[in-house]
Nanobody, 123 residues
Framework: EVQLVESGGGSVQAGGSLRLSCAAS????????MGWFRQAPGKEREEVVT????????YLADSVKGRFTISQDNTKNTLYLQMNNLKPEDTAMYYC????????????????WGQGTQVTVSS
């Protein structure tokens, strides 16, 4: 069974930074799609950044370009989201997601989700 466990959320002031981690465990073979989504109260879920662990194009939402970066460890089992220059509008529950397939990982269905980690940015 595939499990995704997020960590690293918290509360920061505007302009601050946070790094989210997503550890994948279970039977995940080969390369696959993985990424971060977020949902603020009263808003639809937004795809923040997605990537193919085998390399290639990374999708990054316009709202976070220049501020957020995604990376993975050498084992490809942990995904990181470095968030810099955070803004109050970044406040949301952040979810890690993964699924087999690729290399096109943008705007597709994801079957595996973490429990979410809250990010709160105060002005």
């Amino acid at each position: 069974e595939v499990q995704l466990v997020e960590s690293g959320g918290g509360s920061v002031q505007a302009g601050g930074s946070l790094r989210l981690s997503c550890a994948a465990s279970g039977y995940f073979y080969g390369d696959y799609c993985m990424g971060w989504f977020r949902q603020a109260p009263g808003k639809e879920r937004e795809e923040v950044v997605t990537m193919y662990t085998g390399g290639g194009r990374t999708y990054l939402a316009d709202s976070v370009k220049g501020r957020f970066t995604i990376s993975q460890d050498n084992t490809k089992n942990t995904l990181y989201l470095q968030m810099n220059n955070l803004k109050p509008e970044d406040t949301a529950m952040y979810y890690c997601a993964a699924d087999y397939g690729g290399p096109f990982c943008h705007e597709r269905w994801y079957n595996y989700w973490g429990q979410g980690t809250q990010v709160t940015v105060s002005s």
